[in-house]
Nanobody, 124 residues
Framework: QVQLVESGGGSVQAGGSLRLSCTVSGHTYMRECLAWFRQAPGKEREGVAL????????YYADSVKGRFTISQDNPKNTVYLQMNNLKPEDTAMYYC?????????????????WGQGTQVTVSS
């Protein structure tokens, strides 16, 4: 089993920054692929950033490339999403997800473990 707990959401003005944290516990081999997804009201859940811990590779959605950074702190068992230059369209519930995957995936169905989500609201 893998447990994920997100924190760090909040309300900011456009152009501001937030750092989301996701504390991960459980079997390491079951969480080798870590991801941040988001879902805005009335929209489908979409992948924002991925990290495959076995290879250290990171991937970003085009909409956030250059503004968001996914990283991990192994001693703290925490994965972060640093979000800079936030835009109103970034407003959504953000979820941390984990799975044992040979390759990082943008498909939310590929992820077995999910956190409860943290709300990010960006005002113009």
């Amino acid at each position: 089993q893998v447990q994920l707990v997100e924190s760090g959401g909040g309300s900011v003005q456009a152009g501001g920054s937030l750092r989301l944290s996701c504390t991960v516990s459980g079997h390491t081999y079951m969480r080798e692929c870590l991801a941040w997804f988001r879902q805005a009201p009335g929209k489908e859940r979409e992948g924002v950033a991925l990290m495959h811990t076995a290879y250290g590779n990171t991937y970003y959605a085009d909409s956030v490339k250059g503004r968001f950074t996914i990283s991990q702190d192994n001693p703290k068992n925490t994965v972060y999403l640093q979000m800079n230059n936030l835009k109103p369209e970034d407003t959504a519930m953000y979820y941390c997800a984990a799975a044992r995957l040979r390759a990082a995936s943008w498909r939310d169905q590929a992820y077995k473990y999910w956190g409860q989500g943290t709300q990010v609201t960006v005002s113009s």
